[in-house]
């Protein structure tokens, strides 16, 4: 049991280059969420999917984009990064509707 | 709009007892969690009030007053283990299209603990 599983741990991307961040789960959990975090800034959500087949913007969703390829997997792109991207990002998943989110290791993105 | 507050810095000895105070702001709230991260490492759930009143796991304890919109940790006990970051987060009901399971972090608060 791996819990939340996250690719690739660490990359470095010019600007105007694009990424796609893999998050996988293994918890049939219903809901995945994608969260940065800056220093100091705490964690802010980026998109949500509440269930497979929905995703809905958090916090702060521009710049990005996300598919929920089945009840899985949640990856998280970046169609053309800035240096303002440069950030740790975290997945996370959880039961539908519950308080208790279970996060993978993150991605440490910076760009140049 | 949202907002939570907490300290961003505590420190304290082995063996003692420190209290990490988060207050919010929210339009629709729905409980409050912690969460504790160490540094390089992932959030990691430690405990949710969802109703006013103590709720303990083992050296670990949390409080929440929803007419003071207030909340707090409690950590008895310390062991160096324990420095790390602690968020507080609250789920808003109505953020985010209402959805639940969203939450709104605080921008934590550092602990150290010494020798």
């Known amino acids: 049991n791996a819990g939340v599983t996250q690719t690739p741990k660490f990359q470095v991307l010019k600007t105007g280059q694009s990424m796609t961040l893999q998050c996988a789960q293994d918890?049939?959990?219903?809901?995945m969420y994608w969260y940065r975090q800056d220093p100091g800034m705490g964690l802010r959500l980026i998109y949500y999917?509440?269930?497979?087949?929905?995703?809905d913007k958090g916090e702060v969703p521009n710049g990005y984009n996300v598919s929920r390829l089945n009840k899985r997997e949640f990856s998280l792109r970046l169609e053309s990064a800035a240096p303002s991207q440069t950030s740790v990002y975290f997945c996370?998943?959880?039961?539908?509707?519950?308080?208790?989110?279970?996060f993978g290791p993150g991605t440490r993105l910076t760009v140049t | 709009g949202q907002s939570l507050e907490q300290p961003s810095e505590v420190t304290a000895v082995e063996g003692a007892i420190v209290q990490i105070n988060c207050t919010y702001q929210?339009?629709?709230?729905?409980?409050l969690s912690w969460y504790q991260q160490h540094d390089g490492g992932a959030p990691t759930f430690l405990s949710y009030?969802?109703?006013?009143g103590l709720e303990e796991t083992g050296r670990f304890s949390s409080f929440l007053s929803r007419s003071d919109s207030y909340g707090y940790l409690l950590l008895q006990e310390l062991q160096m283990k324990d420095s790390a970051s602690y968020f507080c987060?609250?789920?808003?009901?109505?953020?985010?299209?209402?959805?639940?399971?969203?939450?709104?972090f605080g921008k934590g608060t550092k602990l150290s603990v010494k020798p």
């Open positions: 996370a998943s959880s039961r539908q509707g519950h308080y208790e989110q279970y």
């Open positions: 918890m049939n959990h219903n809901s």
């Open positions: 999917s509440a269930s497979e087949g929905t995703t």
């Open positions: 929210t339009s629709g709230f729905y409980g």
């Open positions: 009030n969802g109703l006013d």
């Open positions: 987060a609250v789920r808003d009901r109505l953020n985010y299209g209402g959805s639940q399971g969203n939450l709104i």
